[in-house]
C-alpha cells in the first residue's frame, strides 16, 4: 500500500466511524464513488475497529510473549515426582506437552505431562484445580484417555499427567485406513459412548476437536483432554475471563462457546455433530478455508451448515468409500439434529445422537427425522402453558409414589423396590428426554421435590434408590443452574452420602468435596445443608482411614 | 571504566543533540540490560502470571540512567526501550521456535499428542512482529505508536510529546494502525 493511499484510508475511517450505520453507508457511497476497492477496505477496518479494542490483542501478545520469556526452558531429563521427561510433543499458548516415563523403573509406563505455564492465579484457582483433577480420575472408560496424576512443581508450575496416546486424530486415521462409511459411523458410536460416558459423571468436555480424539494403530478410538478446558480455567471466574480460554481460531467452538454464554452437555453435541460432518465429507461445514476469525465467528452464529450430501457433492476431497446419495436423508438430518444453533434444538445427549446412528446401521427409522420430540413439546408448551406444569408435576408425582413403595411397604421389599425402580427408569427417561430447556425455577423445584424424596430414601437405609433420585436431582438442575448453586451442591452431597454408604468411598469424595466447597464458600448457604456436607464428608475421610482431613474438616464448623 | 548510568546519560543527551552515533551505542545497552532483567525475573517472578514489559523497562531505566535525569531524558530513554523491547522479546521467541521446529520429532508431534493448540488464544509475538513491520512500511508513525504504546508502556500524552503531534493524532493514528494489525492477525 502506498502510504497516500493509506492516509486517504484513515480520513474517510475517522470520519465514517463517527456515523450512524446508515449515514456512514451513504457517507462512503459518496466519497468511494468510481473505487469499490477503497470502500472495501475502510469496511474492513471499521468492522475490526470494536473487535480490535475489546480484544486487547496487542497487551495480550506482549505479555504472553514477556511471561515467555520469563518461563524456564524445561529440558528432557528433567523429573516430575516420578516421571522423567522424554521429549517435547508440542507447545502451545496454555503451556508445553512432554512425553514421559516412569523414573523410578516400576514399570515402563509411557505418559504426557502437561506443563500448565505461568502457575496459579491465586489459591482458589489451584484448589478447583484439584478438586476437578480428583473429579476427572474417577472417569475411567476404555476411550478416554486416563488423567494419572497431577501436582505442582517445586517451583509452582502446575502439571497434569495423563495417559499418553500414540494415535492420530480421528479424521486423518479414517482418511488414512480409508475407512468406508459403515467403519466411520461405527468408530463415530463409540465416540459418542465415551463422551456419554464422561457426561453421567457430569463432566463435559468443552474442546472436542479432530486433536483431542486419537485412534491408536489398533483402531480404538481414545478422547484426550476430557475436562482439561475446564481444569485450566475452572470455575464461576472462567466465564468472565472468558477471552483468555475462547479459541482464537474457534472452527470447532459452539455458538454458545463463541457467545461466551454457557456450556453444557450440549455443547459436546455440537462438536460430535461437527465431528461426524467432517468423517462424512471430508470438510469441516463452515469451510477450511483460512477465513479471518470475525468471520469464522460470524458463520458459526449466523449461518446454517450446508447438508452434508450436498457439501460431500460439491468437494472434491471428500473421502473415496462415500457417495452423497447414501448421506441423504437419515444421515443429513442427524448431523442437522447435532449441529443446531440452540442447544435445546439438539439431541438431548451423546448417547441419543450414538442410538440414532445405530438405528441409521440397523436400518430402523432415526428420530431425527421424524418430528423432534422436544421441538414439538416447546411449542405446544408455548400455546398450552397449564397442561405442560402438569406434566412436569406428574415427574414430582411419580417420584412422590416410587419413595411411598419403596419406603412404606417394607415388608414387601421386592415387590416395592421392583415398583420403585421402574417408576425411577420412569422418571430417568421423562428427565433425560425433556431437553427443551427448562426454565430455572421449575427445574429448582423439581429438584427439591426429587431431593425431599432422596433423602427419605438416605434416612431409610435405600441407598442405591437414594442415589438414584438424587442424581436425576443433579441431572435436572444440571443445565439450569450455576455450577455453584446451593440446590445443587446440596443434591451432589445427597449422591456422594449415598455413595458412601454403599461403601463406594471414592465415587463418594468427589461429590461431597464438591458439595462442601460449594456450601462453605456460599455466605448465604443454610447451615443445616452446611452441616450435613461437612458430616458426610469427615465421615467419608475417617472411614477411608484419613483421620487428619478429617478432624480438619469438622474443624471448620 | 565509566560507570554505566553516567555513559547512558551521556549518549542520550548526544543522541538528543541529533548523534546518531550515539543511538548506535546506546541500542545494545538498552537491549542487554532488558535482557538481563527479564531474565532475572525468570527466577524472582515466576509465579507472577503477568510480568509487565512496562516494569522490565522501568527497571532498567532505573539501572542505566538512575532517578536523576530530567524528562527529557526519560522520555528518549523510553523511546529506546520500547523498540528493545520488542527485540528482546521477538528475538526470544524466534530462537524458541528454531528449537522446537528443528527437532526430529517435529514431524510427528501433530500425529502423536496433540494437545498442546489448546493454547490457540495466543496471539503470536513473531506474527505481531511481521505485521508490524508491513505496517510501517506505509504508515511509520503509526507502527512507531503501537511499539511505543504497547511494548513501551507510553501514554498518548507521553507519545505526543515526543514525537511533536497532539494527543488526538496519537489516538487517531494508534486507532487505524490497530484495526489494521487485527485484520492482518487474524487473517492468519
Avoid at chain 2, 523497562?57 to 529506546?80: D, P, S, T
Wanted: aromatic share 6%; hydrophobic share 45%; charged share 25%.
Amino acid at each position: 500500500m502506498k502510504p497516500e493511499r493509506w492516509r486517504r484510508i484513515q480520513l474517510l475511517f475517522e470520519r465514517a466511524v463517527e456515523l450512524d450505520a446508515a449515514s456512514r453507508a451513504r457517507y462512503l457511497d459518496e466519497a468511494c464513488r468510481g473505487d469499490p476497492h477503497l470502500r472495501d477496505e475502510v469496511n474492513a477496518l471499521l468492522r475490526a475497529e470494536d473487535a480490535a479494542g475489546k480484544d486487547e490483542f496487542l497487551d495480550r501478545a506482549v505479555r504472553d510473549a514477556a511471561r515467555d520469556f520469563a518461563q524456564k526452558d524445561i529440558s528432557a531429563g528433567e523429573r516430575f515426582d516420578e516421571y522423567r521427561l522424554v521429549r517435547e510433543l508440542g507447545s502451545g499458548g496454555m503451556g508445553a506437552v512432554w512425553l514421559a516415563e516412569r523414573a523410578d523403573g516400576e514399570y515402563s509406563a509411557l505418559v504426557a505431562i502437561k506443563l500448565v505455564r505461568g502457575g496459579f492465579a491465586n489459591s482458589e484457582v489451584e484448589r478447583r484445580f484439584r478438586v476437578e483433577r480428583q473429579i476427572l480420575a474417577d472417569l475411567a472408560h476404555p476411550n478416554i484417555a486416563r488423567l494419572i496424576d497431577g501436582g505442582t512443581a517445586d517451583d509452582g508450575m502446575p502439571y497434569i499427567v495423563m495417559e499418553f496416546v500414540d494415535g492420530k486424530p480421528i479424521t486423518l486415521w479414517a482418511r488414512d485406513a480409508e475407512l468406508s462409511l459403515e467403519q466411520r459411523l461405527t468408530l463415530f458410536r463409540t465416540v459418542c459412548d465415551a463422551v456419554q460416558h464422561a457426561h453421567r459423571s457430569l463432566i463435559v468436555h468443552r474442546d472436542l476437536k479432530p486433536p483431542n480424539i486419537l485412534v491408536a494403530p489398533d483402531g480404538v478410538p481414545k478422547l484426550v483432554d476430557f475436562g482439561i478446558a475446564k481444569m485450566l480455567a475452572p470455575g464461576p471466574g472462567a466465564f468472565q475471563t472468558v477471552s483468555m480460554v475462547r479459541p482464537m481460531t474457534p472452527w470447532y467452538a459452539s455458538p454458545e462457546q463463541i457467545a461466551g454464554d454457557r456450556i453444557t452437555v450440549a455443547t459436546d453435541v455440537y462438536a460430535l455433530g461437527l465431528l461426524l460432518f467432517e468423517l462424512l465429507t471430508g470438510r469441516h461445514p463452515f469451510g477450511g478455508d483460512r477465513a479471518a476469525f470475525l468471520e469464522v465467528r460470524r458463520r458459526i452464529l449466523e449461518e446454517t451448515p450446508p447438508l452434508p450430501s450436498e457439501a460431500a457433492a460439491a468437494f472434491e476431497g471428500r473421502p473415496p468409500g462415500i457417495l452423497p446419495r447414501n448421506l441423504k436423508g437419515d444421515l443429513d438430518a442427524i448431523v442437522m439434529r447435532a449441529l443446531q444453533r440452540q442447544p435445546e434444538h439438539r439431541y438431548a445427549s451423546a448417547a441419543e445422537l450414538g442410538e440414532d446412528i445405530r438405528r441409521f446401521i440397523d436400518g430402523e427409522p432415526v428420530l431425527a427425522r421424524g418430528p423432534s420430540w422436544a421441538y414439538q413439546a416447546s411449542r405446544f408448551a408455548r400455546r398450552y402453558t397449564a397442561p405442560v406444569t402438569i406434566a412436569g408435576s406428574a415427574i414430582v408425582l411419580l417420584v412422590a409414589l416410587a419413595t411411598f413403595w419403596a419406603v412404606r411397604l417394607v415388608d414387601q421389599r421386592d415387590l416395592a423396590r421392583s415398583r420403585a425402580d421402574r417408576l425411577a427408569q420412569a422418571v430417568a427417561v421423562l428427565a433425560g428426554h425433556d431437553s427443551t430447556p427448562p426454565s430455572q425455577e421449575r427445574a429448582l423445584d423439581d429438584a427439591d421435590a426429587l431431593l425431599a424424596a432422596a433423602t427419605t430414601l438416605l434416612d431409610n437405609a435405600r441407598y442405591p434408590e437414594a442415589e438414584d433420585v438424587a442424581r436425576s436431582a443433579v441431572a435436572t438442575l444440571g443445565s439450569a443452574v450455576s455450577p455453584s448453586n446451593p440446590v445443587l451442591a446440596h443434591a451432589l452431597a445427597v449422591v456422594g452420602r449415598a455413595l458412601a454408604q454403599q461403601g463406594r468411598l471414592d465415587d463418594a469424595e468427589p461429590f461431597l468435596v464438591r458439595a462442601f466447597d460449594t456450601l462453605s464458600a456460599d455466605d448465604a448457604a443454610d447451615p443445616d445443608l452446611l452441616r450435613d456436607a461437612r458430616n458426610w464428608l469427615a465421615d467419608l475421610l475417617a472411614a477411608a482411614g484419613r483421620s487428619a482431613a478429617a478432624d480438619s474438616v469438622r474443624a471448620t464448623g | 571504566m565509566e560507570a554505566p548510568e553516567g555513559a547512558v546519560t551521556r549518549l542520550l543527551d548526544q543522541w538528543r543533540d541529533g548523534s546518531d552515533d550515539a543511538l548506535n551505542e546506546l541500542m545494545p545497552l538498552v537491549y542487554s540490560e532488558l535482557h538481563r532483567i527479564a531474565e532475572r525475573h525468570l527466577v524472582n517472578e515466576r509465579e507472577s502470571p503477568t510480568l509487565q514489559a512496562t516494569m522490565l523497562i522501568h527497571e532498567a531505566y532505573m539501572k542505566l540512567v538512575g532517578a536523576n535525569v530530567e524528562w527529557e531524558g526519560r522520555k528518549h530513554f523510553l523511546a529506546i526501550a520500547s523498540k528493545n523491547m520488542r527485540r528482546v522479546l521477538v528475538d526470544h521467541a524466534r530462537s524458541r521456535s528454531r528449537v522446537k521446529r528443528g527437532g526430529p520429532d517435529a514431524v510427528s508431534v501433530t500425529l502423536t499428542n496433540a494437545i498442546a493448540d489448546q493454547g490457540s488464544d495466543q496471539v503470536d509475538i513473531i506474527a505481531v512482529d511481521v505485521a508490524l513491520e508491513k505496517l510501517a512500511a506505509f504508515d511509520k508513525r503509526g507502527a512507531e505508536i503501537v511499539e511505543m504504546h504497547f511494548f513501551g508502556g507510553l501514554t498518548y500524552d507521553e507519545i505526543a510529546e515526543l514525537m511533536d503531534i497532539s494527543a488526538a493524532t496519537v489516538h487517531r493514528d494508534l486507532r487505524t494502525a490497530r484495526s489494521w494489525l487485527y485484520n492482518e492477525l487474524k487473517a492468519d
